[in-house]
């Protein structure tokens, strides 16, 4: 029986993890691509590939050429457009897919939520009166805070956000998470924060400022998922696993 090949469409933490447990093993060989959005990406523990692939046909061109068995979309969850190439190719190849997606944050007693359906609309929904906004999403999108200059914005990214906005009220912060409830609480005091610009991303590595806001009573502009074509979607490491065991059990490619 030969060895499966794997695909991981990474840029996560969830992905890294994945790599990790599927390196371990001696039935398969894993390449994890990246987007190359990340000037100085975390250690990876199988072989990697930076940039990315053209479109939709494309991947699925690289998927054929390279004799894929699965593929696995563990890209962000906002990373709309890759996740919707990753199931076209899917389909179009006929190859294996999964998603592995992380839940959705849910709203808890005390939490001061406003949903939006994107950056542009959580900055419109800020007010004409001035604000201190921490607008945690990262340098995509980062560019959006122009359009509303009165208020101040504190903006916090893995690589610096370039240009640096036309902005007179700006703070930029370069750090990656995980990030602890004691020092958000101390970020958002520092500040002066009264609203924070997030994305619904899920997981614990930065819901340590959605714990910090409701504690502190601060308002959230809660960025909500698009509903994208998905393919069959795990939301763990470990069902991920299991996915994958079930997927290339011998009973399955026996066709049985």
């Given at each position: 029986?030969?060895?499966?090949?794997?695909?991981?469409?990474?840029?996560?933490?969830?992905?890294?993890?994945?790599?990790?447990?599927?390196?371990?093993r001696?039935?398969?060989?894993?390449?994890?691509?990246?987007a190359?959005?990340?000037?100085?990406?975390?250690?990876?523990?199988?072989p990697?590939?930076?940039?990315?692939?053209?479109?939709?046909?494309?991947?699925?061109?690289?998927?054929?050429?390279?004799?894929?068995?699965?593929?696995?979309?563990?890209?962000?969850?906002?990373?709309?457009?890759?996740?919707?190439?990753?199931?076209?190719?899917?389909?179009?190849?006929?190859?294996?897919?999964?998603?592995?997606?992380?839940?959705?944050?849910q709203?808890?007693?005390?939490?001061?939520?406003?949903?939006?359906?994107?950056?542009?609309?959580?900055?419109?929904?800020?007010?004409?009166?001035?604000?201190?906004?921490?607008?945690?999403?990262?340098?995509?999108?980062?560019?959006?805070?122009?359009?509303?200059?009165?208020?101040?914005?504190?903006?916090?990214?893995?690589?610096r956000?370039?240009p640096?906005?036309?902005?007179?009220?700006?703070?930029?912060?370069?750090?990656?998470?995980?990030?602890?409830?004691?020092?958000?609480?101390?970020?958002?005091?520092?500040?002066?924060?009264?609203?924070?610009?997030?994305?619904?991303?899920?997981?614990?590595?930065?819901?340590?400022?959605?714990?910090?806001?409701r504690?502190?009573?601060?308002?959230?502009?809660?960025?909500?998922?698009?509903?994208?074509?998905?393919?069959a979607?795990?939301e763990?490491?470990?069902?991920?696993?299991?996915?994958?065991?079930?997927?290339?059990?011998?009973?399955?490619?026996?066709?049985?």
């Open positions: 029986m030969g060895r499966s090949r794997i695909l991981i469409l990474g840029g996560t933490g969830e992905a890294r993890l994945l790599a990790g447990a599927l390196a371990t001696d039935d398969c060989d894993v390449l994890l691509s990246l190359g959005r990340t000037e100085k990406p975390a250690a990876q523990p199988v990697v590939r930076i940039g990315g692939f053209g479109g939709a046909a494309a991947l699925a061109d690289f998927l054929k050429a390279g004799e894929y068995d699965l593929l696995i979309d563990a890209t962000h969850p906002f990373a709309e457009r890759i996740s919707a190439n990753a199931a076209f190719a899917a389909e179009t190849t006929g190859i294996a897919a999964i998603a592995l997606r992380r839940p959705a944050w709203r808890q007693p005390g939490d001061r939520w406003q949903g939006v359906r994107s950056i542009p609309a959580a900055i419109e929904a800020l007010g004409p009166s001035p604000r201190r906004v921490f607008l945690a999403t990262g340098r995509q999108g980062a560019h959006h805070a122009e359009a509303a200059p009165q208020h101040f914005y504190l903006i916090r990214s893995v690589d956000v370039e640096p906005l036309a902005l007179a009220g700006v703070e930029y912060i370069l750090d990656r998470g995980p990030f602890t409830l004691e020092d958000e609480c101390v970020l958002l005091r520092k500040h002066g924060i009264d609203v924070i610009i997030a994305k619904n991303s899920g997981g614990a590595a930065t819901y340590a400022k959605i714990e910090a806001a504690l502190l009573g601060i308002e959230v502009m809660m960025v909500a998922r698009e509903t994208a074509p998905e393919v979607v795990v763990t490491v470990e069902a991920a696993l299991a996915a994958i065991d079930h997927l290339f059990s011998p009973a399955m490619k026996r066709g049985v």
